[in-house]
């Protein structure tokens, strides 16, 4: 058996600085083998920068996903140049980077897939045509997905999608941790959304009181990174390696 960690959306400077504070005793803990992070917030002002990649993974990552906000910072694109930095794999052929990291773990090797979803988010390609066409080309039985996405409908239906297909599906974008952690058909970990990891009393990372009032006016406002205590928010996974089967997942919140 082998564990896997996956880590919700890493919001700013804060979240980074907590991440890299907690990763340590987090992979001790529960003896990880394998930790995923999803960084699409991490850079200043949104995305992911070379500054932000290299904090995710000095501090234990070894594959870092994004989303919708992937190519904010336009001046750093080429970190997707890089095996373990990945977008969402239905962006359009010819897109820079690419959704799709193959870990050569010696005795065994495990996928990390990145997809977005479509629902209130951009029009790209067919999440569920796309993942039919990654796993054709995948062949490992260790397959773990962040599909990201803002609909937990359509969450749910990718979970139930790729059930017995992949080891895991894990949901990012809302950056609140739900409560319904589950192995569906006794394969498949699955959680619509692995929460974040930043301040926590923020509207979702950034200052409450800026979201407010672009809610309550409903006038274009410059959001700021929220300030004070963080915390960390996540699943662990034990699944066997052998066969691609998850047996166990566990909500975690570090505070």
């Known amino acids: 058996m082998k564990n896997l960690l996956f880590i919700g959306d890493v919001v700013g400077k804060s979240g980074c600085d907590f991440l890299a504070e907690k990763f340590p005793q987090i992979k001790r803990k529960y003896n990880i083998d394998i930790a995923v992070v999803n960084a699409e917030n991490s850079a200043r002002g949104n995305g992911l920068s070379k ?3 290299e904090s995710v993974i000095n501090a234990g990552a070894d594959v870092i996903t994004t ?3 992937a190519f904010r910072q336009m001046k750093d694109l080429d970190i997707y140049n890089r095996d373990y930095i990945l977008r969402p794999a239905n962006y359009p052929d010819g ?4 959704g799709v990291c193959l870990l050569d773990m010696g005795a065994y090797s495990v996928a990390v897939i990145n997809i977005m979803g479509t ?3 951009e029009p790209i390609d067919n ?5 039919d066409e990654i796993l054709k080309e ?4 260790n397959i773990f997905v962040d599909f990201h996405a803002e609909a937990t409908s359509e969450k749910k239906a990718m979970g139930y999608y790729l059930s017995g297909r992949v080891s895991g599906v894990f949901g990012t974008h809302t950056h609140v941790q739900t409560a319904d952690e589950t192995i569906i058909k006794n394969h498949t970990a699955y959680i619509t959304d692995a929460g974040m990891t930043g301040v926590e009393e923020s509207c979702l990372g950034v200052s409450v009181w800026s979201a407010v009032e672009r809610m309550r006016f409903h006038m274009p406002v410059k959001f700021s990174e929220a300030e004070g205590a963080c915390f960390l928010c996540g699943v662990v996974v034990e699944f066997d390696e052998k066969t691609g089967k998850s ?4 909500r975690i919140i570090i505070r």
């Open 247 to 250: 047996h166990k997942i566990q």
């Open 138 to 141: 995948i062949h490992t039985k």
């Open 67 to 69: 989303g919708n906000h």
């Open 119 to 121: 629902a209130f988010l």
């Open 127 to 131: 999440p569920f045509n796309k993942m």
């Open 51 to 53: 500054v932000s990649a």
């Open 95 to 98: 897109c820079t980077g690419k």
